[in-house]
């Protein structure tokens, strides 16, 4: 048998950050926005909906910027460099998991190839077609015009062949357009 003892030994947590909330790892060196957000909140030991009042934004918006889900766009960063007490936004390391942006808003070279959607959605763009206009006039669904264009899928070499002659031949005219509705 065990010999009872008459100490106890009482510590403070209130400066100790919990490692998990709700199965989630809260980070001790947050890598993302999403980590950056989280850790503080539960520094300061706010619910996640009393964080989301202070911010200005829903519960599910933060939610889904503390699981790095949805990278905060512009107009919230000064709150949330305001809540944090620093700027993360700076830190080139900080990655994008998933932006609100779509594909192609911001076009920079690779330096590689270009593939066949892009080239596809810079001469759509050029011509100044929405994506359902273009697939009209080329024959297609517009949802397939904008799998090519994200990359999804690709077409038949003769099928870009075609698209491609019939985009930088500037075959949409105002004739062409009415002639196939």
């Not at 933060?62 to 007490?85: H, I, M, N």
Request: hydrophobic residues 35%; positive net charge; glycine residues 8%.
């Amino acid at each position: 048998m065990l010999p009872f003892c008459d100490r106890v030994i009482c510590v403070d947590r209130s400066q100790y950050l919990p490692t998990h909330n709700r199965k989630i790892l809260v980070p001790t060196d947050p890598s993302t926005i999403g980590g950056h957000l989280r850790r503080r909140r539960l520094q300061i030991r706010l619910h996640q909906s009393q964080a989301a009042c202070q911010l200005g934004v829903s519960t599910v918006t933060l939610s889904r910027w503390e699981c790095d889900k949805v990278y905060p766009t512009w107009e919230f960063q000064p709150r949330l460099v305001a809540y944090l007490g620093y700027d993360p936004f700076d830190n080139p390391i900080l990655v994008r998991p998933k932006g609100n942006e779509s594909i192609g808003v911001a076009n920079l070279s690779s330096g590689g190839s270009i593939s066949f959607g892009q080239k596809a959605r810079e001469l759509r763009l050029k011509l100044r077609l929405n994506q359902k206009e273009c697939a009209q006039n080329l024959g297609v669904c517009a949802k397939t015009l904008r799998g090519w264009e994200i990359g999804r899928h690709a077409p038949s070499q003769d099928v870009q062949a075609r698209t491609l002659e019939m985009l930088l031949g500037g075959r949409f005219t105002q004739h062409n357009l009415t002639r196939r509705m």
